[in-house]
């Protein structure tokens, strides 16, 4: 037997480990918790990764599906939209007549005409107005810089 043992020394080195646990069966015992407590993580965490793997792989093909189904909606979408402008141009242009006779243009002309000499004019009295204010401002700074500079003459 102790052939064996030499011969298999991994078979040694646990059998001196059980013999070492059940002298010491306390500490043993921790350590045996210990050790299922991380088995215990370790095949949850497994159980996890191959549930979100699982989870991907089954929703890879739906998200591709969902893709095609969404580009080709858009495709449709920009081909009706181009079919229907090319219809409604088309029968906008059979539609179109002249509106304005030529003697309406004539009276258009004149009242356009009437109105610009309206705007000129009231533009010249607001220029007007504009310089008398700005005449009457300056008389003031000047009066004011004069008292002022009195003031400081004075003291």
């Known amino acids: 037997m102790n052939d064996w043992l030499s011969q298999n020394r991994s078979v040694f080195q646990l059998a001196q480990i059980i013999a070492w646990a059940a002298n010491h069966p306390i500490i043993s015992f921790i350590i045996l918790l210990f050790v299922l407590a991380i088995l215990a993580s370790i095949m949850q965490a497994i159980g996890r990764l191959v549930e979100v793997v699982s989870k991907s792989i ?3 093909p739906l998200k591709l599906i969902l893709a095609v189904v969404k580009f080709s909606f858009l495709s449709l979408n920009q081909i009706g939209g181009v079919a229907i402008k090319k219809l409604t141009n088309s029968q906008k242009y059979n539609h179109d007549l002249p509106v304005l006779p030529a003697a309406n243009s004539q009276l258009m002309q004149l009242k356009k005409q009437q ?20 005449q009457e401002a300056t008389e003031l700074l000047a009066k004011s810089e004069i008292a002022s500079e009195q003031e400081i003459i004075g003291k």
């Open 115 to 134: 109105r610009l000499e309206e705007i000129c004019q009231r533009l010249a009295e607001i220029h007007k107005e504009q310089q008398e204010l700005l």
């Open 58 to 60: 089954l929703q890879v």
